[in-house]
């Protein structure tokens, strides 16, 4: 969220990088990072998902 509101894309890619390690943790995953990119396009084109997210 401190990305969206500052647009720190530094920061960003940092948050990215970690989410992808903690995806391939939880999921014992070697492709997190086509997730993360399947989840990003998911919430770019879906309203919905976006809403429930940006509420949180």
């Known amino acids: 969220m401190l990305t969206k509101d500052t647009g720190n894309t530094a920061l960003e890619k940092e948050a990215i990088a970690r989410l992808a390690e ?18 990003a396009k998911e919430y770019q ?3 919905k998902l976006a809403e429930i997210n940006d509420n949180i």
Not at 22 to 39: G, H, S, V
């Open 22 to 39: 903690l995806y391939k943790t939880m999921f014992q995953l070697d492709n997190a990072r086509a997730i993360l990119l399947d989840l």
């Open 45 to 47: 084109q879906g309203e």
